[in-house]
């Protein structure tokens, strides 16, 4: 299961909190950032590219105190403004704990709209309805965090049934395809 943080939630951390208009999560100041700190393996985030005709929004994603994406919206040359555009995800052999994603707006004066953040929660070993495979002591994994090979699948499967079960908007056909 995957839990969707809206842009106005009070989870997400706005620095500097004047720098963002607080109806639709926008800013234009070129050093502003968004925290989010969560407990999970998976993260998505979503929002809105203005038209071409506008100053291009560029931004960094780091997690965990790592830069792992730039995203350049110049590149796309939308005709008409982009909802729910996929700005970045993490890597889907993200460990299940806690972590950190701070995104940077860093082109001064381009409008940077954030949408949504998707999260995929920890996954509980010691949820019964989660069979566990055999690991041989020798490579038993050293962190209780860590997530089995089989949680990974099961939890895979789980969601593609829940999100086939919807309608497909772009949106969620991007969910999908990382998730299985």
Known sequence: MTTNVSADNTLIIYEPENAWFLNDMTTTLAGATAEFSFDGSFVLVFGTIPPRNETAPISTFSLDGTVSFAFDTRSLGLR????????????????????????????????????????????????????????????????????????????????????????????????DSILL
């Open 80 to 175: 008409e403004t982009g909802h729910n555009q996929g700005f970045s995800q993490s890597s889907p052999d993200l460990l299940g704990g806690l972590h950190t994603l701070i995104i940077n707006s860093t082109q001064a004066g381009a409008q940077f709209t954030l949408g949504s953040i998707i999260f995929a929660p920890s996954i509980s070993s010691s949820i019964s309805a989660f069979p566990s495979v055999p690991t041989p002591a020798s490579n038993a994994p050293s962190s209780t965090n860590a997530v089995t090979t089989s949680q990974k699948i099961i939890f895979g499967r789980i969601v593609g049934g829940i999100l086939s079960s919807w309608q497909k908007t772009r949106k969620e056909e991007l969910l």
